[in-house]
């Protein structure tokens, strides 16, 4: 009854957002469907590839637009960088620009795909569950509130000029706080963890403010930054936001390679009452050590995957990027080198920061009956 209860309220919580959300695409920005090809041209770049252009007859299906025929005109003569074909049938996204004699143009922006993404989530989420049983849902109900304090707390704070440090400290404490209990439960062993975490996210943010400093980091060196300070509605801080970044990247890993050096404590004192701090200590390390190296590449290769076509682009040497020198010197390859390594730093701290504190802080001991 109350894992239903626990799915039932993350379920009314993320209705009524989803259904506002959608009522407020409904504008300028629509969702329509393909009901005839009007004409489709391919084209040859200079290097050999193609793309292709297409004249679509669309049917509205959202708004004011519902039911209306809507003809956009996407053949040319501009070559286009990427092409999408769309088929009778499919739904896309559809843009109304007003012109300056009162008639309008329509655009296809994108494909709908909000169908496809709600299938995989739900595929995601009936493995978390039959395979983690009660502690998946736990697990599921954890990612829910980490997104709740994100999106509903650490981003509106940020664009308004809030303190990125105070904002991304605190959301990382609630974020930590509600993975941690939400899936360990309310324990000794979930009061360790979250202090370990806590100490670890602290050392790693002291080593992003050196390390960003002493790099001359300005967190201005993507080209996102440009349009959120148009967008923002206050001053905001780009270097505290790289290092919220930094901390709020730190957090999935972190709470993965404390929990675990915890519970490996945990089960050694289990199995052996007997065995001193400090022994478990070293066993627990020994552990640890072979669990950090796969956790650090995991991270470093999450920032290569999310990087991969910049990387590309620096192997081609092309401007400004033509020389070793102005690669590594450049602020915007140096930033995620920095985010990497910081990141990597504080996870491998935790390792021990979280053994010690399991084994060295006092404990009930069980006896048996």
């Known amino acids: 009854m109350r894992i239903r209860f626990i799915l039932l309220s993350v379920v009314l919580a993320v209705v009524p957002w989803a259904a506002a959300a ?3 695409d409904a504008g300028d920005v629509f969702t329509a469907r393909v009901v005839e090809i009007l004409e489709q041209q391919t084209e040859t770049r200079d290097n050999g590839s193609t793309f292709t252009q297409q004249d679509l007859r669309l049917e509205g299906l959202q708004g004011e637009w519902r039911g209306r025929t809507i003809v ?10 990427a092409s999408r074909v769309y088929r009778v049938g499919e739904k896309v996204l559809v843009q109304r620009v007003p012109g300056v004699d009162g008639s309008d ?10 169908g496809s993404l709600a299938a995989l989530a739900l595929v995601f989420a009936l493995v978390v569950v039959a395979i983690g049983r009660r502690k998946g849902l736990r697990a599921l109900v954890s990612l829910a509130a980490s997104y709740a304090v994100i999106m509903w707390f650490i981003l509106p704070r940020l664009l308004a000029g809030a303190n990125p440090l105070l904002v991304s400290v605190l959301g990382g404490f609630a974020i ?13 062993q979930s009061h360790v963890a979250l ?19 002493l790099a001359q980091i ?30 709020i990247g730190t957090l999935g890993v972190l ?3 404390v929990i675990s050096q915890v519970e490996t404590v945990a089960q050694l004192r289990q199995a052996n009452p007997g065995l001193s701090a400090r022994e478990l200590y070293r066993r627990a390390s020994a552990v640890g050590t072979a669990h950090l190296g796969a956790i650090i590449n995991t991270l470093f290769l999450a920032y290569v995957g999310a990087s991969l076509p910049l990387l590309l682009l620096f192997s081609l040497r092309t401007p400004p990027f033509t020389s070793t020198a102005l690669l590594l010197n450049s602020e915007l390859i140096a930033t ?16 021990p920061i979280a053994t010690a504190l399991a084994a060295y802080v006092p404990h009930s001991r069980t006896h048996p009956r």
């Open 22 to 24: 959608d009522d407020h």
């Open 72 to 81: 956009t005109q996407g053949v040319s003569d501009i070559e286009i960088l």
């Open 105 to 114: 143009a329509f655009y296809v922006v994108d494909a709908v795909r909000t």
């Open 176 to 188: 930590l706080t509600a993975i941690t209990y939400l899936t360990e439960g309310w324990s000794k």
């Open 195 to 213: 202090l370990a975490m806590l100490v670890s996210l602290v050392a790693t943010y002291l080593i992003a403010v050196l390390f960003t400093t």
């Open 218 to 247: 300005s967190g201005t060196a993507q080209e996102e930054v440009l349009v959120l300070a148009d967008a923002a509605t206050g001053a905001l801080d780009f270097r505290g936001l790289l290092l919220a970044a930094i901390i």
């Open 255 to 257: 709470d993965d390679a």
């Open 336 to 351: 995620e080198i920095v985010k990497t390594l910081v990141g990597s730093i504080g996870l491998a701290l935790a390792v």
